[in-house]
């Protein structure tokens, strides 16, 4: 991770310069995870198809985070500050629908549209 | 010495760092760039070096993208909350979204992202006229996204499909362009489809006229069972139209649209929220981009000051990360 520091002969400014090579295959790369993720929705797969499209955009926002967004050449600090957000909305998520799941056993099925006046037919006030 | 005594405090392997960069500043002084003393113009009097000052403005700059993380992870809790509970208004709306517009505008996004790293490669470079040229496609792009998400608002809009308690969507127009746009799409697909969403169509109020055509019409050409109903039902058409073959296509594309479910409208609600607040980010950036664009115009920029585009470049590219998310949650459910 420390190669960003490692100034070649010909540039003397700060900051790594990222090799055309690199830019043009993640490109290259991205557009192409973008075709398969739209492919892939074509097969039924059940609750596979959303671990595959969040897999793939996963991956896709990984290439993006290392070699766009420098995370690779940076310091690793960045790239702790990244991490470290990501997992704070994933234990959000996570945390939510686990409570979310406890309390399903409770409910008291059509409960709520029992209680509503039928001349309402959406849950907001109007 | 200021750099070296402060670079003591930190761990050994940054003092290392500091020190090479110290004397590689040196070694530049004395090739003749236009370093005083090792002390860029641009150099803050708060910094010591311009490698520390740029790791500074990027740390900074990260912990505000940490911020907008946590800003969408609400949203994506809202949008994981709604779909556990109610799969099936996902499902349904879905069918509503374009999935090749919105597929273009992920290309879209991909390329202008692609465009805004080459014009901070340029920046380094001190390439001035390709830096320029490179944001410009970065700002056309996202020109793109919004005209195109123009496109897919408006075209909701116009038929009522709205967020919330303004959800009042106009089926009978809706749902007749959505089975044009779908029945091209679909149309080698036809044979799953229909057994999964034919009773729907028998209770909607859109399949009132031509309802008993819709379902056993399609059906019947695999079972012979339903001989009879298809009899019925080819003669009815001709007798209703004068028989336009397309009108045919249109009544067997008909049981694809499944029945709208009791809270359809939280996902108009999640999805206007979601691609509304990331089309602001996209706008925003624009004009950071904008910003940047007319310094780049100035000359400003060049190997040993970068920053503003860097930062935005990281700006614009989260705007990049979010619709990579945003894109299959919304538009690729099946």
């Given at each position: 991770?420390?190669?960003?520091?490692?100034?070649?002969?010909?540039?003397?400014?700060?900051?790594?310069?990222?090799?055309?090579?690199?830019?043009?295959?993640v490109l290259t790369a991205l557009l192409v995870l973008t075709y398969l993720t739209v492919k892939v929705t074509e097969f039924d797969l059940g609750p596979l198809n959303i671990v595959i499209a969040?897999?793939?955009?996963?991956?896709?926002?990984?290439?993006?985070?290392?070699?766009?967004?420098?995370?690779?050449?940076?310091?690793?600090?960045?790239?702790?500050?990244?991490?470290?957000?990501?997992?704070?909305?994933?234990?959000?998520?996570?945390?939510?629908?686990i409570d979310l799941s406890a309390y399903q056993p409770d409910i008291i099925q059509d409960y709520i549209s029992s209680m509503r006046d039928p001349a309402y037919p959406l849950d907001e006030p109007? | 010495?200021?750099?070296?005594?402060?670079?003591?405090?930190?761990?050994?392997?940054?003092?290392?760092?500091?020190?090479?960069?110290?004397?590689?500043?040196?070694?530049?002084?004395?090739?003749?760039?236009?370093?005083?003393?090792?002390?860029?113009?641009?150099?803050?009097?708060?910094?010591?070096?311009?490698?520390?000052?740029?790791?500074?403005?990027?740390?900074?700059?990260?912990?505000?993208?940490?911020?907008?993380?946590?800003?969408?992870?609400?949203?994506?809790?809202?949008?994981?909350?709604?779909?556990?509970?109610?799969?099936?208004?996902?499902?349904?709306?879905?069918?509503?979204?374009?999935?090749?517009?919105?597929?273009?505008?992920?290309?879209?996004?991909?390329?202008?992202?692609?465009?805004?790293?080459?014009?901070?490669?340029?920046?380094?470079?001190?390439?001035?006229?390709?830096?320029?040229?490179?944001?410009?496609?970065?700002?056309?792009?996202?020109c793109g996204f919004l005209v195109i998400k123009y496109f897919e608002y408006s075209h909701k809009m116009v038929h009522g499909v709205f967020p919330g308690k303004f959800y009042a969507p106009d089926?009978?127009?809706?749902?007749?362009?959505?089975?044009?746009?779908?029945?091209?799409?679909?149309?080698?697909?036809?044979?799953?489809?229909?057994?999964?969403?034919?009773?729907?169509?028998?209770?909607?109020?859109?399949?009132?006229?031509?309802?008993?055509?819709?379902?056993?019409?399609?059906?019947?050409?695999?079972?012979?069972?339903?001989?009879?109903?298809?009899?019925?039902?080819?003669?009815?058409?001709?007798?209703?139209?004068?028989?336009?073959?397309?009108?045919?296509?249109?009544?067997?594309?008909?049981?694809?649209?499944?029945?709208?479910?009791?809270?359809?409208?939280?996902?108009?609600?999640?999805?206007?929220?979601?691609?509304?607040?990331?089309?602001?980010?996209?706008?925003?950036?624009?004009?950071?981009?904008?910003?940047?664009?007319?310094?780049?115009?100035?000359?400003?920029?060049?190997?040993?000051?970068?920053?503003?585009?860097?930062?935005?470049?990281?700006?614009?590219?989260?705007?990049?990360?979010?619709?990579?998310?945003?894109?299959?949650?919304?538009?690729?459910?099946?």
């Amino acid at each position: 991770m420390n190669e960003g520091n490692t100034h070649n002969n010909e540039h003397h400014g700060v900051g790594h310069i990222v090799d055309w090579k690199v830019l043009i295959g993640v490109l290259t790369a991205l557009l192409v995870l973008t075709y398969l993720t739209v492919k892939v929705t074509e097969f039924d797969l059940g609750p596979l198809n959303i671990v595959i499209a969040l897999g793939i955009a996963t991956v896709k926002a990984t290439l993006v985070c290392l070699f766009f967004m420098h995370l690779y050449y940076d310091q690793p600090f960045n790239s702790l500050v990244l991490v470290s957000s990501v997992l704070f909305v994933l234990v959000f998520i996570l945390f939510s629908l686990i409570d979310l799941s406890a309390y399903q056993p409770d409910i008291i099925q059509d409960y709520i549209s029992s209680m509503r006046d039928p001349a309402y037919p959406l849950d907001e006030p109007q | 010495m200021g750099s070296e005594s402060r670079g003591i405090l930190q761990d050994s392997g940054r003092t290392r760092r500091r020190l090479t960069m110290t004397t590689e500043t040196q070694a530049i002084d004395k090739s003749g760039h236009d370093h005083d003393h090792g002390h860029s113009p641009y150099l803050q009097h708060h910094f010591d070096t311009m490698e520390q000052q740029f790791n500074s403005g990027k740390l900074g700059m990260w912990l505000f993208l940490a911020t907008e993380i946590l800003l969408f992870g609400g949203l994506f809790v809202a949008y994981a909350i709604y779909r556990a509970l109610h799969p099936e208004i996902f499902e349904y709306g879905h069918h509503f979204l374009d999935p090749v517009m919105g597929g273009t505008n992920t290309a879209v996004l991909i390329l202008s992202s692609f465009t805004m790293a080459a014009a901070v490669r340029y920046a380094q470079e001190g390439k001035k006229t390709m830096l320029v040229a490179c944001l410009v496609l970065t700002l056309g792009g996202a020109c793109g996204f919004l005209v195109i998400k123009y496109f897919e608002y408006s075209h909701k809009m116009v038929h009522g499909v709205f967020p919330g308690k303004f959800y009042a969507p106009d089926d009978h127009i809706l749902e007749e362009e959505l089975m044009g746009a779908h029945g091209h799409g679909h149309e080698e697909g036809d044979g799953h489809h229909e057994e999964g969403h034919g009773h729907a169509a028998g209770d909607h109020e859109e399949a009132a006229h031509e309802e008993p055509a819709a379902a056993p019409m399609v059906v019947s050409q695999t079972p012979p069972a339903a001989e009879g109903e298809f009899v019925i039902e080819k003669s009815q058409i001709a007798e209703a139209g004068g028989g336009p073959e397309g009108l045919v296509g249109i009544v067997q594309q008909e049981p694809k649209m499944p029945k709208r479910p009791e809270k359809a409208h939280v996902f108009f609600g999640i999805y206007y929220l979601m691609t509304g607040l990331h089309g602001l980010h996209v706008v925003i950036g624009m004009c950071a981009i904008g910003w940047v664009l007319l310094k780049a115009m100035k000359g400003v920029f060049g190997p040993e000051y970068f920053t503003p585009v860097d930062l935005v470049g990281l700006y614009w590219h989260l705007v990049d990360l979010i619709w990579i998310f945003l894109f299959p949650l919304l538009y690729l459910i099946d």
